[in-house]
């Protein structure tokens, strides 16, 4: 199944709003805010999906909070915020940045441990990714796209066949923080699993022992 072609917003973004970057060049993201005000409690209670996103860019300061959420390190020694079977962290997580203010739009691996990202291929891909993900085309109006996807043999190598059982479970906890992080902004998400493996691959550029897990659309709810 595939999507039509669609006119994407954001795209009247002006030129100081977007810096170029060279493929490989390291984007240091802001310091990510360790102190919120927002009780987990209501955080839990707010919690929904959310499929309909206004014509609204990100900032760059959001998309870190977003990818520190999503697993960046919290404490000494690497430790991420998110459990990882024998702390192997076997999970990628890649940005699809189509309308984020201050970063060009293309596909970006994030580095949990220098907290920066690394853009692997240029473009706006939220068109194709969206025709990947069996034309769910509410997808394309989201500005950004967090992508998990596992390298498996991280704990394969410790725990066999069981290990792939062990990052798959992890891909649960990013989301979680991913939406519990979208509640705390005033944003939304929702984990989207439908969709073509090797496809979302190409279209994205990623290695091969990164498999694709799942798809977080992020950004503003429209308003109903």
């Not at 669609?6 to 002006?14: C, D, E, G, T, Y």
């Not at 998990?148 to 991280?154: K, L």
């Not at 691959?201 to 022992?209: C, H, K, M, T």
């Amino acid at each position: 199944m595939r999507c039509s072609l669609v006119a994407i917003p954001f795209l009247a973004l002006s030129a100081e709003l977007v810096m170029a970057q060279a493929p490989g060049a390291a984007v240091r993201l802001p310091p990510p805010d360790r102190t919120g005000t927002a009780p987990l409690e209501s955080l839990l209670d707010r919690r929904h999906s959310t499929r309909e996103f206004a014509d609204r860019p990100l900032d760059l300061g959001t998309v870190s909070q977003f990818l520190w959420a999503a697993g960046g390190v919290h404490r000494s020694g690497g430790r991420r915020t998110i459990p990882s079977a024998g702390a192997l962290y076997p999970l990628e997580i890649y940005l699809v940045a189509g309308a984020v203010s201050g970063l060009g739009a293309g596909v970006y691996r994030y580095g949990p441990r220098s907290h920066t990202l690394a853009l692997t291929t240029e473009g706006d891909m939220r068109v194709r990714l969206t025709a990947s993900a069996v034309g769910q085309r509410w997808m394309i109006t989201a500005p950004a796209v967090l992508v998990v996807a596992a390298e498996y043999e991280r704990t394969t190598g410790k725990y066999g066949e069981r290990g792939i059982r062990y990052a798959q479970i992890e891909v649960g906890a990013v989301a979680q923080n991913v939406y519990l992080q979208a509640e705390a902004l005033g944003l939304g998400t929702t984990l989207v699993g439908a969709f073509d493996d090797a496809e979302v691959a190409q279209v994205l550029g990623l290695p091969a022992e990164h498999r694709p897990l799942g798809l977080l659309p992020v950004g503003s709810p429209a308003l109903r």
